[in-house]
């Protein structure tokens, strides 16, 4: 018998650009718990923040349970713009290595003020795609606890983690908050 990671709360993996292919933690964690949903975009070669956020939202839509997303590089953008838009029903988010909103030009399309729930922002000081001064101020506007990882550049596949133990443990930790507050927020 397989037992379900979270029976409570649905959690919903969000890919980035390109998707995350087989040796990704995301694709890994899923392989481990098939009960995971995973958001999948029209075309992961084209960075539509609203039509990502929209695509997120349908995902949360087909699961009445609290969500806890776990999101990658541009699909960290995607979570909090859908968190941002209808924060009904998400019991928290992990946002591991974001994308820089200003590398894309969508900064003004992401809220400035704390998201209502419990988030982990997750940086690594030689990520590509982010600066790790920027992850810092982009957690402190989204009133995210900021977690430096080290060195593991954009953390994907290339990073070389496996399953990314570091990751689950938090994971664990954003579940344990999220078990622990109301995740059924007004809407």
Request: net charge negative; charged share 20%; proline share 10%.
């Amino acid at each position: 018998m397989v037992r379900e990671l979270f029976p409570d709360f649905q959690v919903i993996l969000v890919p980035g650009l390109h998707d995350s292919g087989p040796g990704h933690w995301q694709s890994r964690w899923q392989r481990r718990h098939p009960e995971c949903w995973r958001v999948v975009q029209d075309d992961w070669s084209i960075p539509d923040l609203p039509a990502w956020a929209a695509r997120l939202d349908e995902v949360r839509a087909l699961d009445p349970r609290p969500a806890l997303l776990v999101a990658h590089s541009f699909g960290c953008l995607a979570a909090v713009a859908s968190i941002a838009a209808n924060p009904h029903q998400v019991a928290g988010a992990l946002l591991v290595a974001p994308a820089d909103p200003a590398r894309f030009g969508v900064a003004d399309l992401l809220p400035a003020a704390p998201l209502p729930c419990p988030s982990l922002l997750i940086s690594s000081v030689n990520d590509p795609w982010m600066r790790a001064d920027h992850a810092g101020l982009w957690a402190q506007r989204w009133g995210s606890e900021l977690v430096a990882a080290g060195a593991l550049g954009h953390i994907n596949a290339e990073s070389g983690l496996g399953d990314w133990p570091l990751g689950w443990d938090k994971l664990h930790l954003l579940y344990d908050r999220a078990h622990n507050e109301d995740p059924a927020l007004p809407a």
